[in-house]
């Protein structure tokens, strides 16, 4: 019989097993952590591929200082540029340059590749759409009782 335990510890064990698999092939393909690949995407679904730090940090699935250290880098690497806001000199906005662009296609094609083969392969529609529904009401009940 499988315990709530079993269920919780398979579903940390894929989630890692997964993670660890993205984040080794970008850095090794591309030279970008998680953290950098979430910054770049959350910034290119941003309308004209700009947004203010404050909603990236509400947005990203990094903590703050992972936050910091991620944007340092890709504004070093020329992926990203800040921009002074013009109603407040302390307020940034940051944006994708040319290179960021690329470099976040590249990224983008090379994730969701590795998610075929190690997330959507495994399984079909039918238990793709029960996790869905299962994920949404934990991430709804997470929702409704933190913050309080």
Same mark, same amino acid.
């Given at each position: 019989?499988? %315990?709530?335990?079993?269920?919780? /510890? !398979?579903? $940390?064990?894929? +989630?890692?097993?997964?993670?660890? %698999?993205?984040?080794?092939?970008? /850095? !090794?393909? $591309?030279?970008? +952590?998680?953290s950098d690949y979430d910054v770049l995407a959350t910034i290119h679904r941003a309308p004209e591929q700009q947004l203010s730090m404050n909603c990236l940090k509400a947005t990203v699935l990094v903590t703050t200082s992972g936050l910091s250290r991620a944007v340092s880098r890709l504004e070093q690497r020329e992926l990203l540029e800040k921009i002074p806001a013009d109603h407040d000199k302390r307020a940034?906005?940051?944006?994708?340059?040319?290179?960021?662009?690329?470099?976040?296609?590249?990224?983008?094609?090379?994730?969701?590749?590795?998610?075929?083969?190690?997330?959507?392969?495994?399984?079909?529609?039918?238990?793709?759409?029960?996790?869905?529904?299962?994920?949404?009401?934990?991430?709804?009940?997470?929702?409704s009782t933190t913050d309080k």
């Open positions: 019989m499988t %315990t709530k335990w079993d269920v919780w /510890k !398979s579903f $940390l064990t894929s +989630s890692t097993k997964i993670t660890q %698999t993205l984040e080794s092939a970008l /850095k !090794s393909q $591309l030279g970008l +952590s998680i940034l906005t940051l944006a994708l340059t040319a290179e960021g662009t690329t470099t976040f296609n590249s990224a983008r094609a090379l994730h969701d590749r590795i998610l075929e083969d190690t997330f959507f392969a495994a399984l079909n529609d039918t238990e793709l759409l029960a996790l869905g529904q299962v994920l949404d009401q934990l991430n709804t009940y997470l929702e």
